[in-house]
Structure formats: structure tokens, C-alpha cells
């Protein structure tokens, strides 16, 4: 017979720091890493400083629309911005944020002691991180400082033949595509890590249908990483062989088509906006637990609506090329399959209200971002359903309702999810909670700020103003809505500096965390804050899905209950 | 709070931290799998879409020897996997060898061809949309092979200098897998460009 | 704070917000044609099919909305730690299959719903037969203007579309053919139909029957290049009368006894290198036709009016209102750009 042992750690003692080691080493000590915590933490660390960098990106657009015909910036440096706007934000803000949790939490949750290939690992931050600074160095390569340098200018995705050399002359758009390529490499070692760690390193009786339902997000997450890289590296090698050695893929004059490089970017993107959004789902499939104070409702639904989510997600791609004029059967069968997909989407909505429903909620910071994320993510996903149907997808593509839709998703939803993760998690990374009533400002002037910006941005699209311009007509009627959304970011950059300042004070001088702040559920709260690095002492042995519950209820276990 | 100890039935693991090293290459695979995909998609979608230039059938000849090496090869490596997994260190090296062999004569009969190719027939990656994506989907497997017969060669010299042994056999049939993976792909590219497309 | 206070503080916030979303729609529909580009007043049977989808689509989505949000905060408000709490933890409920199959199989009806009523209209508007009396106008796309050939009357066109107005009994569509040039491109304007891409080495194709005469206007919806924002649209919908009359003069030449000083030059200049001037020698396809430039009301795809001294200004320094656009400053001196602006005020 098994036994199961916990080894308590003290309440009070303060965090053990390496302050005592001399500066070098310490430096050293973090770009050598292979600790999976450490490797979490940098890759937080690297997105924190690109989204300040995306937000600076997204501000200069702002303040150039905030009015029709601004002379803010050239239409130049207008292109650049959002192009690397959007790139910086979904590859080197969102993809590594999120990696980053999931690297810190995941061998904590499952009881093991680092991932399955540590040095992978490694290896994946630091190819992401390069790519990163490749994509900037692009501002400083190419044409310079003047004008804002040689930054890529087509559009995160790239269309071709835009990208072609006759229409992207110069370097920039090699940057793109070479930034991309190299954290590509990064993104699917890292993908292989997670799926191996989660099948492999799992502590004993923890089986697959007793992991927390963030490992299991996390386990699908990888699998969609494996399978949503490969065709934009693809796609981008060819763009490389068409630039540089004369191909023609997308060389329209020679036979090639501009409507297969979409048809490569799309299946690689729509699988993309997944990879974003389940580990969002996973944060929120372990905070609002908690906070309700009972377990998630409806565990196996969950997990059967997620791999549902992460099949159909890879057959629904063509809704971003409702327009560019495919058959009534091609547009008949991907408005069915993203009509299909909201299906479970939605059953993950109501389950976790279901588990909010007959609880006691605690409303503490991470679950008022928690319950903002719920109210944004079910407009969202009613947007996108909105978007589904291709006929109204005619009016609404390329235009301010889908910038408004997607940044509902990927602001509302990811990010306020991140920061309800953020808040979750500090004190098991660092030893200290952040500041609550920091916390409590920073939500508000960011939901403030968010919902001014984003709210009012759908009505614009209405009205029919295009994405991707630089400057707009005034007699169109666009001009107060662009106001409001402009006025929005103040609000916005408010929040996240409170933020900023919270994460660092708290660092130094937060109340104290002890190992369960929270009185949570799963094994990373079992260890100290900040965990050892070894995590476990002697690898735990659990029985039901909440570990955690069953020592503090010996009289009424989990397991006599799944 | 005291620690407490449950006893447990003892639990069943599907998969330890033994078969990290299959569980890594098999997504390791699946993830190059949706890159060949997608050049083979390619491959099928530009046939036929070139505006100039010798088409397919003027200029392919199906490549019967070196796929058959290269089939081969797949066979070596499996006795060589036999081999070591008995722990007969020198029946290994020699199955290895051939394995090796058997693929650069693969590689060898590859640039033969696209000799050929440039210099009698004049078809260049450049030349047409056909040679684009001839040359890069024929290429992108060819580079995988030679990462897998260097491959092959640094675990031959590790294995000459004495460093490799049976203890080994779990590492050397991870590898394995990479050059079966390689095989297949082959199969894939071959019946493409040689047989449908042409 | 107490939770009465707060939770009226949010409503009346919300509130707030819903009628100033709707003031400033109300507002702008009170005042005539200060929305042009509102999706929501469509004129022409595309935009018509869409709107009424739309207004489907958003009931259904609207519905949802409220029933979720409703539950949302009944469960945040009822279900909410009291003060005086206990400290137990609430009955740990762990799913029920009853429920996950009511909420699985009514969205699985309302997704069955929706995908119906959108593909019925995908077939009718794709796959619409064009009756007999389709005007056929093939749209080209180019950096950053739009070409319209009018294959039926032998002549080309530029920037400004004229139709004619279609009587709902006895449709007259104008059918639209859309080639590119160079790169991609979207032809969308709202209140006439939904967008269509402009894709190089690819045909695709889009139709209009606008009921009522007006000047319609919309933009290319498709990133291509620097002066993406001012590659704009305009479709002038006439009477039948009045678009004969039109077509009739567009396929005149140009008057072949001009012999200005300002036609020498355009002539013997690079001008002719990228323009078409019917009847002359320049014969170039690289910019827009200027053959009757002069019953255009905008120049440079609607980035200036079109009146002499934006034309002067256009050909001096094309960077002034359209930063990047492939027009070259001309570098002509003082007398030769009055010349040629002169001679460029003649092409009716």
C-alpha cells in the first residue's frame, strides 16, 4: 500500500532569497536555468516588457486616429505600428505570458519536479526571446532610425503578394518572417515538452481523469502547438525561398497564388487563437473553483468540450476569407463549422457558472477578473458568432467590428484572465500577495478603460470604417466613436502602471503568502511559496482531483464522491 | 498542521517518465508532419499552374533505386535496433553502417538527379512554380535526411570509440523512430511527385 | 460601500452607456447622409439580404445575451459570501448530466438555426442568375485606384463608378468582375452589398441593383500598401436616362483639334508612360484613364476634389494629399504645370 505524505512548511518564515550569491552568478544563475520556475518567470518577465512595448505600438495608432486627416505619424510609420502591434502581441506578449504559467504551474500540479526535458525547455525560452529581438532589431535594420527604421509594414499576417520583393522592397519583412521562424522553433519544443511532461510525469494515481482541468487545457493546448506551427513555418519557408531564391508560391504572375498563402496563414491562425485561449480557460477553470468554493462543475463535459474545441478549431480557418470569394459550398461549410464550434465553447461558459451557482464567492482580485472575463468572453464569443454567418461577415470583415471582436476576445478575455492568474499565482512565486487594494484599482480603471475602448469600437465597423487605415474621411461619421475609443487607453495605461508598481512593491515589502493563501485545491499550494527547487521533498501520491481537499476533509474525501 | 497520511490502493501509471523519450519524438513528428503536409498541399495545388517551363512528365524519371535504398535502410536500422537491445555491440555497428550507407546512396542518387535536372533539362527552383515546388518539397526531405545521417554518423563514432551500450538501446530506438519518420515521408513524397502529380 | 450602492452605481453606469451608444447612432441617422457608409440602410438587394440576416442574427445573439448575463448576476448577487458567514464550505456539487444535455441541446438547435439561415442567403446572393439587361462593368484594382472597364460599350473608366438605378419589378443589376493588378484589394460599399476581394491571378465576382439614385461611397477594405486608408469609392447611381447620357459621352474620344502648348507636353513627357487619353498618343495603363477626367468630382481615388488647383497640386507634389502613392512628381517647371493643368481641365 501506498502512502500518501505531505511535508508542511512553516507559515511565517519569509521566502528564502539568493541575495547572499554575488552578483554574477545570480545573472548566471537565471540564463542557465533549466528550472522549470525560473524558466515560467522569464518568460513572464520577456512578455511583461513587450506588452508595455505592443501598448506604446497601440497608443501612437490611437493618437493618430483620434481625429480624421491627424498628421501624428506618416502612413509609413502608421503601417509598422500595427503591423508589429499585432505581431508583438500575439507572439511575444500572449504565446510566452501564457507558456510561461504553464511552465511555472504544471509540474507543481501534476507532483513532479521540473518538465520532461529541462533542457529543452531552456532552449525553447531562448529561441522565443531571440526571434523577439530579431523582429525589433528590424527598427534599427533596414532604413534606419528615420522614419522609424525598417520595421515590417504588411499586416500580422502578411498577405501575399504584398510581401512579395516587387511590393515589400528592402528587409523588413524578412524580419518578420525570420523573427517568427526562430520562436516558431521555440513555440513547438515547447509544445512537446508540456505534452510529454503531462503524459509521462504525472505523480502516482494521478491519472488522466484525476488532473486538475489546467493540466488538461494545458495537455490540449500543446497538442494544438504541434499542430498549428508546423503550416506557418511552412508557409513562411516559402516566403523565404519566393524572396530570396526566386520562387514562386505566391508569385501571382507565374502561376502561384496569393490565396493559398491565406488558406496556410489561416490554418495556422485560427488554431493559434486557441492556443491563447485555453490556457485563459484554464486559468479560470482552477480561480473560480476556488473562490466559489466548490469544485468545478461538470469536470469530464469539461474535458470533452475542450478536445471538442481543439478538433473542431482546426477545420473552421476560412471564416477570416469569407470574402475573397470561395464557393456558396465552401462559405456554407466553414460558417457550419464555427457555428459548431460555439456549441462546446458555450457548455464551458455555463459550467462555469454552474460552479459559481450555490457557492460562496469570495471577491477577492482574482475573481473580479474572473467574472469580468465571464461577462467579455460570452460578448465575444456572441460577436463571433456574429461574424460566423458569412453573409453578415461580408459587411463586418476587415472592418473596426472585427478589431473590436478580437480584442474583446484576446483583452477581455486572455488578458484579464492572465491578470486573475497573475494575482493567483505571485504569492506562490514570490512569497508575498500583491497588494488587494492595488489590485481592486488596477481592475477598475482597466475595465473602465477597456470596455471605453472597446465597446465603442464596434460601432465605427458599423458604420462601415475599414481596419488598416492610417487616417479616415470626416464626413463619414466615424470621428466622435474614434474619440472615445482614444480616450479609452488613458484609462487603460492607468491600470496596467498600477499594475506594474503593484507587482514590484509587492515583491519587496507584500504581506506575506505562506503555502495556501487562497485555502485552494491542487499540489502546488501543498509546497512552499516559493517552492524549493526540487518542488516535492518525496513525490505525492493523490486519489481524487483536489488533493488538497481531501487532507483538510478527511471526514468527506473527493474520492468517494468522482 | 501535522502531516497526515492516506493509504492508497496502490495506482496504475499508463505512462512513466521512461517513455519520455517516445512520447517527445512522436510529437516531435506530428509537429514536421504539418510541415510536409503543407509543401505536399502545395505540390498538388500549383501542378499543372505553371505559365512556362518542361512539365513533370518530360523530366522525372521515377526514382526506383534510391527509394528502394532508402527503403532499405529502414530494415538495417531495425536489425541494428535487435542488435543492441542483446547487447551485441559490434552486430549493431555493422547494421548501422549499412543504414548509413544506404542512405547516402539516397543522397548521392538525389544530387545526380537535380544535376540532371539544372543542367540538362533547365528546371531551377526559380525557373517555374514546378520547380519551386519540386525543388522544396524534394528538398525539405532531403535536408531531413541528412540530419538524420548525421545523426547516424555521430552515434556510429560514439559507438567506434566505445561510449555506446546496451544500456543505450531505449536512446537508439528513439532515433529510430526519426528515420522511420523519414522513410515515410519518402513514401508520401515519392507516390506525390513521381506517381500522381506527374 | 454598501452592495445596494454599488450594484446602482453599475446599472445606471450601464445604463449610461447603452443610451449613449444609442444617442450617437440616433443622432447621426437625424442628420441626412452623415453616416454614407452605415451597413445598416441598405439601397440595393445584397446589402438588403444582409441587413435582414444581421437583424436575425443579432435577436438571437441578443436573447442569449440577456439570459446569460441575467444568470450571471443572479448567481454573482444571490450566491455572494455574506458578512457573517459560517466559514463552512457550500454543498460540493460536482456536475449534472440533466443539465450539461439541456444546455448542449439548445444551442445545438440555435447553431442548426443560424447555419441555415446563412446559408440560404449565401446561395442567394452567390449563386444569383443575372437577367438579361445586366449592365457588365469589370472592376481592376490597382495601387491605390480602381479601374472599371465597361466591356458592353467599349470605353474605361476611373475611380468613380456610374450605374444605373434598378426598379425592384424589373431588375437591372450591374454585375462586377473583380481583377487586381498588383496586390490584394476589397471592394466595399455598405449600403449597396457586402464586400468582395480583388485578388491577382484569380476572377471573382459581385453584383448590385441599387433601388434609389445617390452617390454611394465606401473604401478598399483589404491592406495593400501605404495609401490603403485613400484608395476610396464612389458609385454615382443615376436614372436610366441620365447613365445612357453618361455612357454616350464617356465613349467619345478625347477632342482631337487641341493643340495646346499643355497637350505637347503631356504627350511628349512621362505622362504618357501611365495614362490613357482616347484619341491621342498616350496610350499607357499604368494610371487612371484621363480620356474625361473632368467628369470625375474627386481626384486620386477620392483623395482631393477635383478642381484645377488640386490638379496642379496633384501633379506636383502627389505626396501632399496621398503620401506613397505610385504618382511621381512630375518636376515641371511654373509654365508647363499651368499648361498641362489647363490642358487637363479640357477632357470633359
Known sequence: ?562 | MAATTISVPQPEIPLSPQMRGRVGMWSLITAESTIFSIFVVMYLYSAGKSVSGPTPREVLDVPYFISICLFSSSFTIVMAERAIVRGMIKLFSIWWLMTILLGAIFILGTAREWYELIYRDGVTISSSLFGTTFYSLVGLHAFHVLVGLTGLSIILALTVLGYVKQEHAERIGVFSMYWHFVDVVWVVVLSVVYFIAR | MSLKLRSAILFLTALAWLCAGMAGRASGQAVEGSHPTDIFSPVSTPAHSIYDLALFVLVVCAAIFVTVFCLLVYSVVKYRKRPGDDGREPPQIYGSNQIELAWTVIPVLIVVVLFLAAARVIHGLEDARMPAGTTEVTAVGHQFWWEYRYPQYGFTAANELHVSVSDPAHPTPTHITLLSADTDHSFWVPKLAGKTDLIPNRINHTWIDPHETGVYLGQCAQYCGTQHAKMLLRIIVESRADFDRWVAEQQQPARADNTTKGRQIFETTACVNCHTVAGTNAHGTFGPDLTHLMSRETIAAGAALNTAENLRRWIQNPDYFKPGSLMPAMQLDEPDLDAVTEYLTTLN
Open chain 1, 1 to 562: 500500500m501506498g502512502e500518501a505524505e505531505l511535508i508542511p512548511r512553516s507559515l511565517t518564515a519569509a521566502p528564502v532569497r539568493d541575495a547572499a550569491l554575488p552578483f554574477f552568478d545570480r545573472v548566471s544563475g537565471w540564463i542557465t536555468t533549466v528550472d522549470h520556475k525560473r524558466l515560467g518567470i522569464l518568460y513572464i518577465g520577456y512578455a511583461l516588457v513587450f506588452l508595455v512595448i505592443g501598448g506604446i505600438e497601440a497608443t501612437i495608432m490611437r493618437i493618430q486616429l483620434i481625429r480624421p486627416h491627424n498628421h501624428f505619424v506618416s502612413p509609413e510609420v502608421f503601417n509598422q505600428m500595427f503591423t508589429m502591434h499585432g505581431t508583438t502581441m500575439i507572439f511575444f506578449v500572449a504565446m510566452p505570458v501564457l507558456f510561461g504559467f504553464i511552465n511555472y504551474a504544471v509540474p507543481l500540479m501534476i507532483g513532479a519536479r521540473d518538465m520532461a526535458f529541462p533542457r529543452l525547455n531552456a532552449w525553447g525560452f531562448w529561441m522565443t526571446a531571440f526571434g523577439g529581438i530579431i523582429l525589433y532589431f528590424s527598427f534599427l535594420g533596414g532604413s534606419g532610425l528615420y522614419g522609424a527604421g525598417g520595421a515590417p509594414d504588411v499586416g500580422w499576417f502578411a498577405y501575399a503578394p504584398l510581401t512579395a520583393p516587387v511590393f515589400s522592397v528592402g528587409h523588413s519583412t524578412d524580419y518578420w518572417i525570420i523573427g517568427l521562424l526562430i520562436s516558431g522553433f521555440g513555440s513547438v519544443a515547447t509544445g512537446i515538452n508540456f505534452i510529454t511532461t503531462v503524459l509521462c510525469m504525472r505523480c502516482p494515481g494521478m491519472t488522466l481523469g484525476k488532473m486538475p482541468l489546467f493540466v488538461w487545457l494545458n495537455l490540449v493546448t500543446g497538442v494544438l502547438v504541434l499542430l498549428a506551427m508546423g503550416p506557418l513555418t511552412a508557409a513562411q519557408i516559402m516566403l523565404l525561398i519566393d524572396r530570396y531564391l526566386g520562387g514562386h508560391f505566391f508569385d501571382t504572375q507565374a502561376g502561384g497564388s496569393a490565396i493559398i498563402w491565406m488558406h496556410f496563414f489561416w490554418v495556422f491562425g485560427h488554431p493559434e487563437v486557441y492556443i491563447l485561449i485555453m490556457p485563459a480557460f484554464a486559468f479560470l477553470s482552477e480561480i473560480v473553483p476556488v473562490f466559489s468554493r466548490k469544485p468545478i462543475f461538470g469536470y469530464p463535459i469539461m474535458v470533452a468540450a475542450s478536445i471538442c474545441i481543439a478538433f473542431i478549431s482546426m477545420s473552421v480557418w476560412a471564416h477570416h476569407m469569407f470574402t475573397v470569394g470561395m464557393t456558396s459550398w465552401g462559405n456554407a461549410f466553414f460558417v457550419a463549422s464555427t457555428a459548431a464550434i460555439a456549441v462546446p465553447t458555450g457548455i464551458k461558459i455555463f459550467n462555469w457558472l454552474g460552479t459559481m451557482w450555490g457557492g460562496k464567492i469570495v471577491f477577492k482580485v482574482p475573481m473580479l477578473f474572473c467574472i469580468a472575463f465571464l461577462f467579455q468572453f460570452l460578448i465575444a464569443g456572441l460577436t463571433g458568432i456574429m461574424l460566423g454567418a458569412a453573409p453578415f461577415n461580408w459587411q463586418l470583415s476587415g472592418s473596426y467590428f472585427v478589431v473590436a471582436h478580437f480584442h474583446y476576445v484576446i483583452v477581455g478575455g486572455i488578458l484579464f484572465a492572465l491578470f486573475a492568474g497573475f494575482y493567483y499565482w505571485f504569492p506562490k512565486m514570490s512569497g508575498r500577495m500583491l497588494s488587494e487594494k492595488l489590485g481592486k484599482w488596477h481592475f477598475w480603471l482597466f475595465l473602465i478603460g477597456f470596455h471605453l475602448t472597446f465597446d465603442f469600437m464596434h460601432i465605427p465597423g458599423l458604420l462601415g470604417m475599414p481596419r488598416r487605415i492610417y487616417t479616415y474621411e470626416p464626413d463619414r461619421g466615424w470621428d466622435i466613436w474614434n474619440l472615445i475609443v482614444t480616450i479609452g487607453v488613458a484609462f487603460q495605461a492607468a491600470g496596467v502602471l498600477v499594475f506594474v508598481y503593484n507587482l514590484i512593491s509587492s515583491y519587496f515589502t507584500g504581506e506575506l503568502a505562506g503555502n495556501d493563501p487562497w485555502d485552494a485545491w491542487t499540489l502546488e499550494w501543498s509546497t512552499s511559496s516559493p517552492p524549493p527547487d526540487y518542488n516535492f521533498a518525496k513525490i505525492p501520491v493523490v486519489r481524487s482531483r483536489r488533493p488538497l481537499w481531501d487532507l483538510k476533509h478527511p471526514e468527506d474525501p473527493d474520492w468517494k464522491y468522482e
